[in-house]
């Protein structure tokens, strides 16, 4: 095997890597000609100042996060088997949680793989990664999960504003395989058809499992708005749940048009309508027009997508709610979830009361959320814990 570069990290700047922190920024190494020469995405030794060999780590010397721990063991060698390893382990506990193979197989640093997100939809992977290293090791990865797992196609959607951050490309592709139209996946007994190639993120927030399941319990014979709708994930689980009427809202076209697709193969499309209007703008008119709803579900993309905003954002969760709490009858419930990890849980909750307040409602909160157990959270980042939700009961 070819040596690998060190880096070194700067006198007394080792401690929360020992202690389990998988990241080291760029202020904690010593940052010489040497290491800024080393091209992005390079596996390296890191060391401490007077040389104690602290793991292997994908390096990039152009980024705040210039370091993500691999393993502490320097000496691993990561190649092919390693990636085969970590999947191996990540599908282990999949298996242990699901009975059918749709879920969050890798989900960065929380599996030992960071940077790296596979989704699995049956026979079919779907693949970010997100950070010069994992890029650098595209086919080992590649060869790893078809090793694995013997997929049928392998998708690359490398499309995420931070590759721009490391130096990388934008680009969606079919990687191994082929795809013969959309995928369809399962979901709490619902059936949906994806386009991998073409929708956001993976092409499905698996994160929203346990809590479309939840808000599904209040459909039976109810009224529903599911707005930033998406798939139509939350809708068509509550139409299959009983409930007499579905409106699905996005300003997406395409969304709506897969969210049909999928009311149709579950034979609920009698019963589920879709609307095409951006969201703000619609529940206003919808608060004019005099309608009301049972359960409303407002679940929007980040409204933060740095810290600085993080005040417009708030504002924004707080507007939504409002708007939401409008629209509900007396006794109705309300879902609103927030994906910015940039803002905090106590933040959006105190948006969600103020917005409540806004609207001159009271109520209770019944469940609060996060992802669902295929999005593991690392314990020293609490980064990876990005998904909070509040389910209330209003008076």
Same mark, same amino acid.
């Given at each position: ?235 068509? *689980? @509550?139409?299959? +749940?009983?409930?007499? #009427?579905? %409106? !699905?809202? /996005?300003? &997406?076209? *395409? @969304?709506?048009? +897969?969210?049909?697709? #999928?009311? %149709? !193969?579950? /034979?609920? &499309? ?13 529940? /206003? ?111």
């Amino acid at each position: 095997m070819k040596k690998r570069p060190t880096v070194r990290l700067q006198p007394r700047h080792d401690s929360r890597l020992r202690h389990g922190h998988p990241w080291v920024y760029s202020n904690e190494i010593m940052m010489d000609a040497e290491a800024k020469a080393i091209p992005p995405g390079t596996t390296v030794t890191l060391t401490t100042a007077g040389g104690e060999r602290l793991g292997a780590a994908f390096f990039n010397p152009h980024t705040l996060i210039a370091a993500r721990l691999l393993t502490k063991n320097a000496d691993a060698v990561i190649d092919q088997s390693f990636f085969a390893g970590r999947l191996q382990a990540a599908l282990a506990l999949r298996e242990r949680l699901f009975d059918q193979p749709y879920y969050r197989l890798i989900h960065a640093e929380a599996d030992g793989l960071p940077a790296i997100i596979v989704d699995r939809m049956g026979d079919v992977l779907v693949v970010q990664l997100n950070a010069a290293g994992p890029d650098c090791a595209t086919q080992d990865l590649i060869a790893a999960l078809i090793s694995t797992l013997n997929p049928k196609a392998i998708v690359l959607k490398n499309d995420s504003p931070a590759r721009l951050q490391e130096g990388l490309s934008q680009e969606t592709h079919l990687a191994y395989g082929e795809l013969c139209g959309p995928v369809e996946l399962v979901e709490n007994g619902a059936r949906f058809l994806i386009d991998p190639l073409e929708g956001q993120k993976t092409g499905w927030f698996y994160d929203q499992r346990d809590s479309r399941a939840f808000v599904a319990r209040f459909a039976a014979g109810a009224k529903i708005l599911d707005a930033y709708c998406y798939g139509g994930g939350f809708g068509i *689980t @509550a139409a299959i +749940a009983g409930a007499a #009427s579905v %409106t !699905l809202l /996005d300003r &997406s076209a *395409t @969304a709506l048009e +897969a969210a049909g697709r #999928s009311a %149709t !193969l579950n /034979d609920v &499309s009698g019963r589920c309508t879709t609307h095409q209007q951006e969201v703000f703008e619609a529940l /206003d008119a919808m608060a004019a027009a005099g309608e009301r709803y049972d359960v409303v579900v407002v679940d929007p993309p980040a409204f933060a997508k740095s810290r600085k905003d993080i005040p417009v954002a708030v504002k924004g969760y707080r507007k939504m709610v409002r708007q939401a709490a409008e629209l509900l009858t007396p006794g109705g419930i309300l879902f609103a979830a927030s994906c910015s990890h940039n803002v905090g849980v106590e933040e959006f909750a105190e948006a969600v009361a103020r917005g409540l307040d806004d609207a001159g409602r009271a109520g209770r909160i019944l469940r609060q959320a996060g992802a669902g157990p295929d999005h593991p959270v690392h314990p020293m980042l609490p980064e990876s814990a990005y998904l909070k939700s509040l389910t209330l009961a209003l008076d």
